[in-house]
């Protein structure tokens, strides 16, 4: 580690502030916090990402949540177009 990262810090990469970005979320949600359903928010912030780098159209993206056995499972399910 140089001592201008320790200095200034590391950027992190943008795979591991989306999943700590997600685990908020879902933290908010089970405390109660976030109001009646993130889910719908959520997914409108993922059609704008995507959109910068894909041409995707809103309807191919669907966001869901499931509970199986202790654990909640969080399902994104993104149709991209071919020939990219």
Known sequence: MSWLSLIFGEKKST??????????IIAHERAGLSGPNFLPELQKDLVAVISKYFPVNPDDIKVG?????????LEVNIVLPEGR
């Open 15 to 24: 795979a591991s502030v989306a999943k700590e970005r997600l685990q908020l």
């Open 65 to 73: 949540l499931e509970k199986q056995g202790n654990y909640e499972v």
